[in-house]
């Protein structure tokens, strides 16, 4: 049998032992690994010279696909076959991991790697930075990648048909994250290789390939392309919360400027005048909102003494009223060579909205020791700053519990990290 035919035909036999091994993807397929004899092979040529089992790998390292060879299934809208089993460390630490190799006649090769209990799925890709070695950061397609991790992977185990020397090079790997995506830097003495990929959950892959008698390892950990499972995309929200308080302060800005402040009555009393004191009229008007609001202020000059009044507005026009109670104290003194004081001389307060009309305000004050003059004035289209800082507190707080869920989740992920 002439190694063209070998090449071509949908099973080879294992050069070592005579196992018949599966060739699915034929003349794409030149090593191959025998799960009987632990071997690798090289199928291209064979004379007298070559030495076509390149390396048979230990009794110890042999383990059993957690996946089957053989087996079909569409992932991402490609119909993949399982071809390849292989088992890879890090020659550093000695950790394993084991992958797949997938293949499609028009799509190619793929992979599905497995780290403890944590799944990606993995392409060859063309679109990646040009960096050195030292780079540990970059941007690519508006995505930020930092560096997770780098060590020389070499192989322990392998079973199925591969495109490449599973021995013969040693590979040194570099892995950027942006999750759910790692873009993979690998360089070996005869070429540098990027691959692209994407954390995959177990339920994606048990539906592709329709595994359900399959018991996937436990996840450990946090996988280093895992998203964080908020119930919500952090970067939206993120988002979302950022420009909604650059539209509330955007909008603030816009009502100051289309509804300014406006005083429309301001008036002086003495708590020596009749009670109860009927102010001159004034009048209130919409503006392009509909109803305004008001803010009431009340001033007085007291000390060591308080001031009371019971507020009314009284609509001339339709007869209904409002009421109110303002009031003001303040007390100063010494002790013990110390100045002290409280309370305030002014006091403010809120009316959301009011119908426009022509109103008087019935004012009735009290006093602990007349007299005192107190003045009132009445503003329309005050800014709602309370609101304002209310709501972006809110927004605020939302990004700061978001902070802290990502931080923790982000923290046990960069745990398994050499940076």
């Excluded at 002439?2 to 035909?9: G, I, M, Q, S």
């Excluded at 780290?115 to 060859?124: C, E, K, L």
């Excluded at 999750?179 to 592709?208: F, H, M």
């Excluded at 004050?365 to 972006?392: C, E, Q």
Aim: glycine share 6%; net charge negative.
């Amino acid at each position: 049998m002439t190694a063209d035919t070998l090449r071509v035909n949908k099973h080879v036999n294992c050069i070592q032992c005579g196992t018949l091994l599966r060739n699915t993807t034929q003349a794409q397929s030149n090593f191959f690994a025998c799960p009987s004899c632990r071997s690798v092979t090289y199928h291209y040529y064979i004379s007298s010279s070559a030495r076509p089992v390149l390396h048979q790998f230990p009794v110890k390292n042999a383990k059993k696909p957690l996946l089957e060879l053989g087996k079909r299934g569409k992932l991402k809208g490609i119909t993949y076959e399982i071809v390849g089993f292989i088992v890879c460390q890090e020659e550093e630490s000695g950790y394993e991991w084991q992958e797949f190799l997938l293949f499609n006649p028009a799509h190619g090769y793929a992979f599905l790697s497995e780290t403890s209990g944590h799944w990606n799925y993995i392409i060859s890709t063309l679109d990646y930075p040009v960096i050195d070695g030292n780079f540990t950061e970059f941007r690519i397609d508006g995505l930020h990648y930092d560096i997770f991790t780098k060590y020389h992977r070499k192989i322990v185990y392998a079973e199925g048909e591969f495109y490449w020397n599973l021995i013969k090079d040693r590979i040194y790997v570099r892995e950027y994250i942006s999750p759910p995506y790692v873009l993979i830097q690998e360089t070996s003495n005869r070429e540098l290789s990027w691959y692209k990929g994407e954390y995959i959950e177990t339920a994606e892959i048990e539906k592709a390939f329709q595994l359900q008698q399959v018991t996937f390892p436990a996840k450990k950990g946090v996988g280093s392309t895992q998203p964080a499972k908020t119930g919500y995309n952090s970067d939206i929200l993120r988002k979302v919360l950022a420009l909604s308080a650059v539209a509330l302060t955007v909008l603030l800005i816009a009502i100051k400027f289309l509804l300014p402040e406006e005083t429309i009555f301001e008036q002086t009393f003495s708590t020596t005048e009749s009670s109860p004191i009927i102010t001159k009229s004034f009048i209130l008007q919409n503006n392009v909102l509909g109803s305004s609001n008001l803010e009431v202020s009340l001033y007085s000059d007291v000390q060591d003494d308080w001031l009371e009044t019971e507020l009314t507005f009284l609509n001339e026009q339709t007869g209904t009223q409002y009421e109110m109670d303002m009031g003001v104290e303040y007390y100063s003194g010494y002790d013990g060579g110390e100045s002290w004081s409280e309370g305030s001389h002014s006091t403010e307060k809120l009316i959301s909205a009011m119908p426009a009309g022509r109103y008087r305000i019935q004012v009735t004050p009290l006093t602990g020791k007349p007299p005192h003059d107190f003045r009132l004035k009445v503003t329309k289209n005050v800014a709602m700053w309370s609101n304002y800082f209310i709501l972006l507190g809110v927004l605020g707080l939302g990004l700061l519990i978001d902070y802290i869920i990502t931080s923790s989740f982000e923290k046990k992920r960069w745990e398994n990290s050499d940076f």
